[in-house]
């Protein structure tokens, strides 16, 4: 799939010019502008304990205000001439805002006022960039997990220390109990515990033997062993990871968009409406030059959208902070924002609301069969199944892993089954319709387990089916559990299989599923996406394969499994690292959490503008009771936001 359609699906949300939007774009001049701020707050608390020097006081108080606001007026003046130069308008920004408002301040003498506007105003900007730092921390902390050296094992048989970025496909590497597992591979000798919680989530280590797969950056345990490289460093899950990372800072909800847009309409609105305002009190009200003056300085620090700017982002960072730290990750917060507005959730059935492989689910033997005799029956198949390749004899073997095995030579028929001879008896493993001398019995248990999605293998002779077994790819607890929760939320819940719609449906009925769609070809699950979207309105699609890029592409929002293919990561939107829906169903509750949080924000922050622009007009509002109430309102707003930081229940 190509990964140029994809951004062109999510143009709405990331087409903006994020350098205009980028609210962590300001560093405030880094540790020289903290240093400043403080020596500015300490010159403003001497200035309090000044009571008899005016001359002194007020000095200290322009000292905080310079001081504390050095980067707050270089930004107010710098970045409003370059904006307006860029867009060939007028578009000023929050800080000059303020700026004029300290100033207007100082005009009428209130040094005090003025330097506590600053103070307050620069002091939430610092928390506001602490607070869009802390819940940044979790995501981009992956940055300095990444490996940096591995034990490559030459042709000669000795070790050599290298470069990661050097390692090839095929090469061999040597990983000794703590080191950190080099890049993605396969065990080919030896056997650890791992530490993959950096992938994953999962916190409790995984025992990985011969033949299983280890990623970059995980961390080895006890054990030592041996591994092969299986792909490229760039091209590792931990690489996806990272790119992933890079998507997230740039990408932003459409709320915070808006919001950036809005900022320098409504600042200049704000600028305009104070002449007017001044003239009202003067000729209409009749507050009298100085009066009308002084409340227009609050009405410019009342209406200022310093709290309405903080409203979304520090939220949608804190909010995709939690969902990374248990191996959620999003590739912006345009996406998260998106999943509240879910309506209906397709899911791919195998490896993503199934385990992905077949497990033995039941055994049944006829009655007249002894129990002595089946011992020796199971015996017989899976010394016959061991001399098979056939998936579903995988199964069958590590289902009765312990049994006893006979000697005997099973020869493979040809779209029926096995065939050996043992005892002088020819046995015979196969599917139902190799038989045709089959008890009623038999038939109406096949029919049952048939029924319930079930692959059903017959075991007898050439002329009689002495049992059966029953096996299934079956459905993980949490995919039932991630089901209800859906159907409590009132979301319309889809299956996708390309296996036959009787097997989809006995899986479906398990899992509690709305609708099963069955017998789909890989090139219609795209489709189906687009008929749910205008059935029911917003939709995501989960899955894991090359065969379900299509369909994460075409959904609102594409859910890649982390055990996935690349090309599956690739196009979606956010990857769960851990196969597991119930972190999707908990991503949900955020998403839900964020959009009600955001909202919170929004009318709590317009609320205080109205109240603080009414009190003014009544002439009940004081400058600094007006400075702490504003300034506090976005503090309020701020760490409302960091408390999607902890976990949503």
């Known amino acids: 799939?190509?990964?140029?359609?994809?951004?062109?699906?999510?143009?709405?949300?990331?087409?903006?010019?994020?350098?205009?939007?980028?609210?962590?774009?300001?560093?405030?001049?880094?540790?020289?502008?903290?240093?400043?701020?403080?020596?500015?707050?300490?010159?403003?608390?001497?200035?309090?304990?000044?009571?008899?020097?005016?001359?002194?006081?007020?000095?200290?108080?322009?000292?905080?205000l310079v001081l504390s606001g050095y980067h707050i007026i270089i930004e107010g003046v710098t970045d409003t001439i370059k904006a307006s130069i860029k867009a060939r308008r007028f578009k000023p920004n929050i800080h000059l805002l303020m700026l004029v408002a300290a100033v207007g301040a100082m005009i009428i003498a209130e040094y005090r006022e003025a330097a506590l506007l600053i103070l307050i105003f620069a002091g939430a900007h610092f928390l506001e960039e602490y607070a869009e730092g802390r819940s940044k921390k979790e995501i981009t902390n992956l940055l300095k997990l990444n490996p940096t050296?591995?034990?490559?094992?030459?042709?000669?048989?000795?070790?050599?220390?290298?470069?990661?970025?050097?390692?090839?496909?095929?090469?061999?590497?040597?990983?000794?109990?703590?080191?950190?597992?080099?890049?993605?591979?396969?065990?080919?000798?030896?056997?650890?515990?791992?530490?993959?919680?950096?992938?994953?989530?999962?916190?409790?280590?995984?025992?990985?033997?011969?033949?299983?797969?280890?990623?970059?950056?995980?961390?080895?345990?006890?054990?030592?062993?041996?591994?092969?490289?299986?792909?490229?460093?760039?091209?590792?899950?931990?690489?996806?990871?990272?790119?992933?990372?890079?998507?997230?800072?740039?990408?932003i909800s459409k709320t915070a968009v808006f919001i950036k847009k809005l900022e320098p309409i409504y600042v200049t609105v704000i600028f305009l409406l104070a002449p007017l305002f001044y003239l009202l009190g003067l000729y209409v009200f009749n507050w009298g030059q100085t009066d009308s003056f002084y409340r227009t300085m609050v009405f410019l620090i009342g209406a200022s959208p310093c709290a309405l700017a903080a409203t979304d982002i520090p939220a949608t960072l804190s909010a995709i902070s939690n969902l990374a730290k248990r191996g959620v990750l999003f590739k912006g917060g345009s996406y998260l924002s998106n999943l509240s507005d879910l309506k209906a959730v397709a899911f791919d059935k195998t490896g993503t609301l199934t385990q992905g492989r077949?497990?033995?689910?039941?055994?049944?033997?006829?009655?007249?069969?002894?129990?002595?005799?089946?011992?020796?029956?199971?015996?017989?198949?899976?010394?016959?199944?061991?001399?098979?390749?056939?998936?579903?004899?995988?199964?069958?073997?590590?289902?009765?892993?312990?049994r006893k095995l006979v000697k005997l030579t099973a020869g493979n028929i040809v779209g029926v089954g096995l065939a050996a001879t043992y005892m002088d008896v020819s046995y015979h493993v196969g599917k139902p319709s190799s038989y045709k001398n089959v008890s009623q019995e038999i038939v109406k248990q096949t029919e049952n387990y048939e029924y319930n999605g079930k692959t059903v293998i017959y075991f007898g002779t050439d002329e009689k089916v002495y049992g059966l077994i029953a096996i299934q790819d079956i459905p993980k607890e949490t995919s039932k559990e991630a089901i209800e929760y859906f159907k409590t939320q009132n979301i319309h819940t889809v299956m996708i299989t390309g296996d036959a719609k009787r097997t989809g449906e006995a899986i479906g009925r398990q899992l509690g599923i709305d609708e099963v769609k069955g017998n789909v070809l890989p090139e219609d699950k795209s489709k189906i996406i687009t008929e749910l979207k205008g059935l029911y309105g917003t939709t995501a699609m989960l899955g894991d394969g090359v065969n379900d890029a299509p369909a994460l592409v075409a959904a609102d929002i594409g859910i890649a499994m982390g055990e996935g293919t690349d090309i599956a990561i690739d196009v979606a939107d956010a990857v769960l690292m851990k196969n597991d829906l119930n972190k999707f169903a908990y991503t949900h509750r955020v998403s839900k959490k964020l959009r009600s949080l955001v909202w919170q924000n929004i009318i709590f922050s317009m609320l205080v503008v109205l109240f603080l622009i009414s009190m003014n007009i009544l002439g009940m509002m004081d400058m600094g009771y007006a400075v702490l109430i504003h300034e506090g309102s976005t503090l309020v707003v701020i760490l409302n936001g960091l408390r999607l930081l902890r976990e949503v229940k």
């Open 149 to 251: 050296t591995a034990r490559l094992i030459k042709t000669d048989g000795n070790i050599e220390i290298v470069d990661v970025s050097v390692l090839k496909i095929g090469d061999k590497l040597q990983v000794l109990n703590g080191d950190q597992v080099p890049t993605d591979g396969i065990i080919y000798e030896g056997q650890s515990v791992i530490d993959q919680s950096v992938i994953t989530g999962e916190s409790i280590p995984v025992d990985k033997k011969v033949g299983d797969s280890v990623f970059g950056s995980t961390i080895n345990g006890t054990g030592a062993f041996k591994m092969e490289v299986t792909k490229d460093n760039k091209d590792t899950v931990f690489a996806k990871i990272v790119e992933l990372v890079s998507q997230t800072q740039s990408n």
């Open 358 to 402: 077949p497990v033995v689910t039941d055994v049944f033997f006829e009655s007249k069969v002894t129990s002595e005799d089946q011992e020796l029956y199971l015996d017989i198949l899976v010394s016959m199944e061991k001399q098979s390749n056939h998936p579903l004899a995988d199964a069958i073997i590590k289902h009765f892993n312990n």
């Open 1 to 64: 799939m190509n990964k140029e359609k994809h951004n062109r699906k999510h143009e709405g949300h990331e087409g903006h010019d994020h350098s205009e939007h980028d609210h962590s774009g300001h560093s405030h001049g880094g540790k020289s502008a903290v240093v400043l701020f403080f020596l500015g707050l300490v010159a403003y608390i001497v200035g309090l304990f000044i009571k008899d020097n005016d001359i002194i006081r007020n000095v200290l108080n322009i000292s905080a």
